[in-house]
């Protein structure tokens, strides 16, 4: 079972950058994949990137554009999620998820295990 779990929120003005970070623990196999999601207040579960950690395959929603940037350091046991150009409509709970397998998806119902959040608030 992974257990992840999100750091690095926190508020940051408009054009600014975050890094947040997760920290997969409990993994006991090397072939599995992450994801990053958002949810902002009334609305769904938002796909922003997922990442293969054997073949560092990578999968981006369209509206990163650019500007959001997924990786991971194995040795860490974490993924992390640079994010540039922050706009006001960025502010969300950014969530940390994994699956096992190696196919990169983009829906929250393929993933099994959730971290518990992290508030990103960017003010205009």
């Known amino acids: 079972q992974m257990r992840p779990v999100e750091s690095g929120g926190g508020l940051v003005q408009a054009g600014g950058s975050l890094r947040l970070s997760c920290e997969v623990s409990?993994?006991?196999?090397?072939?599995?994949?992450t994801g990053w999601f958002r949810q902002a207040p009334g609305e769904e579960r938002e796909f922003i990137a997922s990442i293969n950690w054997m073949t560092i395959a990578k999968q981006y929603a369209d509206f990163v554009k650019g500007r959001f940037t997924v990786s991971r350091d194995f040795a860490q046991n974490t993924m992390y999620l640079e994010m540039n150009s922050l706009k006001p409509e960025d502010t969300a709970v950014y969530y940390c998820?994994?699956?096992?397998?190696?196919?990169?998806?983009?829906?929250?119902?393929?993933?099994?295990?959730w971290g518990q959040g992290t508030q990103v608030t960017v003010s205009s």
């Open positions: 409990g993994r006991t196999v090397n072939n599995f994949v």
């Open positions: 998820a994994a699956r096992f397998g190696t196919r990169l998806r983009d829906t929250p119902r393929e993933y099994s295990y």
